[in-house]
């Protein structure tokens, strides 16, 4: 009989063991949270950012060269450090053969590359009690430089206009060995510049061709800017 009331023993633990397993499966089924399973869906191309390639491009204005009046106790590579430009490409621009000769007061024209921290000129308007409908200020042309000289290929006089627009047909440029240019139609506006190249060329808005076949400026020779009427607007020593 011993061996019977072991088996029934037996048999109710287990019976008790897998109800016990049972349950617990059950309730741990009934608490345990669902694992979620993420899928990433393209995005349609539409949507996508656009590419450098298509971004569109605003260009930036072309700055304008910068004329810089000289003061007390600067030079060259003051002016030059101060406008972030190297003092070559100013003597380049202004046709300076000695940079250790710079005066006060003398107007510099400074490479484009080159942009002031603030303005170095100043044009005071007229009052305008002065001014009536339909006029505006005379204009101001100035010989700024003469570059390269002796270069025939490279030789040329930059004139820049400081005051009211003109038109320039009429105006004559000359020498001191009585070679002239005149002018042809063409409107030079205030804060405008043209180059008047020694060489032959073609003529553009900011580019004149005076057609010589041999380099005509030098050292101390002076250039003269006289108006339609005769009269001398202003002169320019070469250095």
């Known amino acids: 009989m011993n061996w019977k009331r072991w088996l029934l023993y037996l048999g109710l633990n287990a019976i008790v063991s897998a109800t016990v397993m049972i ?4 309730m741990w089924d009934s608490t345990r949270r669902p694992i979620l399973i993420a899928t990433l869906t393209p995005l349609p191309q539409s949507s996508l950012p656009p ?27 003051t002016i030059a450090l101060q406008f ?15 940079p250790n000769r710079v005066s006060v007061g ?3 024209v400074i ?3 080159g942009l002031p921290p603030t303005p170095t000129l100043q044009f005071t308007p007229l009052p305008t009690t002065t001014l009536t409908s339909g006029t505006e200020a005379p204009p101001q042309l100035a010989v700024r430089a ?27 440029l000359r ?21 008047v190249h020694t060489v032959a060329g073609r003529d553009t808005v900011t580019d004149l061709y005076w057609g010589k076949t041999a380099a005509m400026w030098q ?21």
């Open 84 to 98: 972030g430009v190297s003092v070559e490409a100013i003597i380049a621009v202004n046709g300076i053969t000695d």
């Open 23 to 26: 349950s617990i499966m059950l």
């Open 175 to 195: 020498d001191q060995q009585n070679n002239v240019y005149t002018f042809p139609n063409i409107n030079l506006f205030q804060g405008g510049a043209v180059n």
């Open 146 to 172: 003469i570059t390269d000289l002796g270069n025939l290929q490279t030789e040329r006089v930059l004139i820049i206009n400081l005051g009211g627009s003109v038109n320039l047909s009429g105006w004559t």
């Open 111 to 113: 490479p484009v590359s």
């Open 219 to 239: 050292n101390g020779e002076t250039a003269t800017l006289v108006d339609p009427q005769g009269r001398t607007h202003t002169t320019f020593t070469a250095p």
């Open 106 to 108: 003398q107007k510099l």
């Open 51 to 77: 590419t450098f390639s298509s971004l569109n491009v605003i260009p930036q204005p072309t700055p304008t060269p910068t004329i810089y009046e000289v003061k007390r106790g600067e030079t060259l590579g």
